[in-house]
């Protein structure tokens, strides 16, 4: 990647400092927002508290929401600042594997965030990336809010929405759509809504999904129903907020 | 306060959205950095876990605190970016009470940026503000990050450092200095190396000291040792540790 930091995968802080420098990054292209740096420290927090790594029931969560994109009419996947300063290779990436959609939505939308988030997701090898059209609008929210492609996010039967409003998340969901959430915060309205909670920090959860969507290419509908059905979305989140109050600081002070 | 946000004091999210507001403000003058966002973020989420309210213990930290800083010969209060923009009155009134200097002492130091501070901090009431000579180092930092004033923070027998980062903490405490620390993670390494840890919001953190100063301000030499004698830091960090794992979140779901 061309805006890749200098530092050795086995460094004990990697991930932490190439979110650091991703996000930094962003804020130098004019894609991350000054809300999306402060989400970005609390999901710092609670990605402290769950022991920065995968847990169990996010990883069913993510074979979960493989299942659902790969059972999709039309997925698209969501994307704000943060996660294109962050993932954009394991959006792009994703998006291929699961034939979805990718659509630049933002909570502070301006049409030149939109325009710089779509080309820094075509620099990293994106496709169309719709969003920018914005000719359809989600009920229940107010106008800036609603925006979506009606070709897009409006159309989708499945939306994987990473590091979303709570408002939005439940607009969506009313829409009868399924939505896939990678949220660190089990407590956060958006985990608490979504058909499938992925309590996980962005940087795993994705290319984790994207393994399991590889994984369960060659899988029968009937197969893949069943991964669907067997997903106890009530569980993922206690075992996540356990993980949370009980969770691994406590044990590797 | 010139650069208040117009939002009633009985709102239910009324210091979230002062706090929002002060710092989106900071940012505008050049006096919150990135990193400060950041920090920020990871603050309203431990604040969140908390149940954004003083706890007992957090109260009694305040208390020992307010003794400290009566008690010293030299207290000293840093101030950085989030600092400033967070709590410019109450930085100054602080002060004023207990006789203590004011010094703007930055992880990310540039000149251009200690003056931004400086002249917010004079146009919320503060007189000399210190930090601007850099003529004395820490012992142990790197270069910039040891910068002080020789007759500030150098010279200081007590230190408040708010939202210190953990380095300079343990450096200043192996000064032999007095620290008092305001941190709302009870684990960073500033709140475990603390004389004085306040686990508590520095919006409700500073105007707690000062009452319990201006509450003190008459007590003898002796009742303030007493107060500082009886200060237990160690069950101060468990409480808040406790709150933070089993705490509010769950009472308020």
Request: overall charge negative.
């Amino acid at each position: 990647m061309s805006d890749e930091v200098d530092v050795p995968e086995d460094h004990p802080r990697y991930q932490s400092l190439v979110t650091r420098h991703r996000i930094e990054a962003g804020v130098e292209k004019g894609i991350t927002s000054m809300q999306g740096l402060i989400a970005e420290g609390r999901g710092e927090a609670f990605d402290y508290l769950l022991g920065e790594e995968t847990i169990p029931s996010a990883d069913r969560a993510a074979r979960a929401a493989a299942a659902h994109f790969l059972l999709g009419d039309h997925p698209v996947i969501s994307v704000n600042g943060n996660v294109a300063a962050l993932v954009p290779e394991e959006v792009v990436e994703l998006a291929e594997v699961t034939g979805a959609d990718i659509e630049v939505n933002l909570f502070g939308r301006t049409e030149e965030r939109v325009r710089a988030i779509a080309d820094h997701l075509r620099e990293h090898g994106a496709g169309e990336v719709k969003g920018l059209t914005a000719d359809a609008r989600i009920p229940g929210l107010s106008h800036e809010r609603a925006k979506v492609d009606a070709d897009g996010i409006y159309d989708a039967d499945v939306v994987l929405v990473p590091l979303e409003d709570g408002d939005r998340a439940e607009a969506l969901g009313e829409m009868g759509k399924k939505e896939v959430v990678v949220d660190l915060n089990p407590l956060s309205r958006s985990a608490q809504v979504a058909t499938v909670p992925i309590i996980d920090n962005i940087l795993r959860a994705l290319p984790n999904v994207m393994r399991h969507a590889r994984d369960l290419s060659g899988a029968s509908r009937t197969e893949l129903e069943a991964i669907v059905a067997e997903f106890d979305r009530e569980a993922a989140l206690d075992a996540a907020e356990q993980r949370l109050r009980e969770g691994a600081v406590a044990d590797d002070e």
